[in-house]
């Protein structure tokens, strides 16, 4: 296996990778999220990268991914895109700085618990059915200070713990606003095009992102993300949120999981490679 500064050698590293790509851009597609819950444990294992380098390359990989997803939604109709730009507003103009500046002076393992349980307990309102997905209505001034309010909330997290803010803002658009589960997705993704590119033009500078592997990985998984993008939009409206509410779960057991290792990855500092999840 290769070191952590690896790139592509073998032809079998190449078909791991594609496989990689198909099934994070299949999750990506399916639920509105970076993907990068799978993208960077199969950098990490099949290439053998180091965690941070990971991050980095993760991220230059969601942007087809998440570009390909937007497609399939917006063809259906599914993307709001009002809200998507309040979103990024506060994730990519705020949150993400913010994230990152806090990030030396609270501590990170403990906010990864209180995180994990805020997921938890998002889980528990989706499976329980709560939310009315009759829309968001008119746009007014207090919707948008509140939809900058999640972005920035997300973002912040995201520099934060390494999360991205898809976790955040599909729940808030359900729960709160009664946005339905295909359009908060939808939005969610065109959330994510904008901060995964500034995150990897701040990685490069950094030397912190392998853009050949990424664009292996990334390329790779955009017909998955379409694809799935258009079944999800087929979806009924409590499947679609009871399998969002199970991959919430699983978030919130990776944040724990990695909370309760001594010198875990909460313990250092994402910064700006952190996964557009």
Do not use: C
């Not at 070191?3 to 592509?8: N, W």
């Not at 099949?46 to 939604?73: C, D, E, K, N, W």
């Amino acid at each position: 296996m290769a070191g952590p500064g690896a790139r592509v050698s073998t032809r079998r590293d190449t078909a791991r990778l594609v496989a990689v790509g198909v099934a994070a851009g299949f999750l990506s597609g399916l639920f509105g999220v970076g993907g990068g819950v799978l993208l960077v444990p199969g950098l990490v294992l099949v290439l053998g990268m180091g965690q941070r380098l990971a991050h980095g390359t993760s991220l230059a990989a969601i942007v087809p991914i998440a570009l390909a997803g937007v497609a399939g939604y917006a063809l259906a109709g599914e993307v709001d895109w009002a809200a998507a730009l309040f979103l990024a507003l506060g994730a990519a103009g705020l949150g993400a700085p913010v994230g990152t500046h806090l990030l030396h002076v609270l501590p990170t393992r403990v906010l990864s618990v209180v995180f994990a349980v805020l997921l938890v307990a998002t889980a528990v309102r989706l499976l329980a059915g709560e939310g009315d997905a009759t829309g968001r209505g008119d746009l007014t001034v207090a919707t948008a200070l509140g939809l900058v309010a999640v972005g920035v909330l997300a973002g912040t997290l995201s520099g934060l713990l390494g999360v991205g803010g898809g976790v955040i803002t599909i729940p808030a658009l359900v729960l709160l606003l009664g946005v339905p589960a295909a359009v908060a997705k939808g939005s969610s993704l065109a959330v994510i095009i904008p901060t995964a590119v500034e995150g990897t033009r701040r990685n490069v500078a950094r030397h912190n992102a392998d853009l050949r592997t990424a664009a292996v990985v990334g390329l790779s998984g955009t017909a998955s993300s379409f694809v799935a993008s258009l079944l999800s939009v087929g979806l009924d409206e409590e499947l679609s949120n009871r399998l969002f509410a199970g991959l919430l779960l699983v978030v919130a057991a990776k944040l724990l999981w990695d909370a309760r290792r001594p010198g875990s990855e909460s313990d250092s500092p994402p910064g700006p490679q952190s996964v557009a999840m």
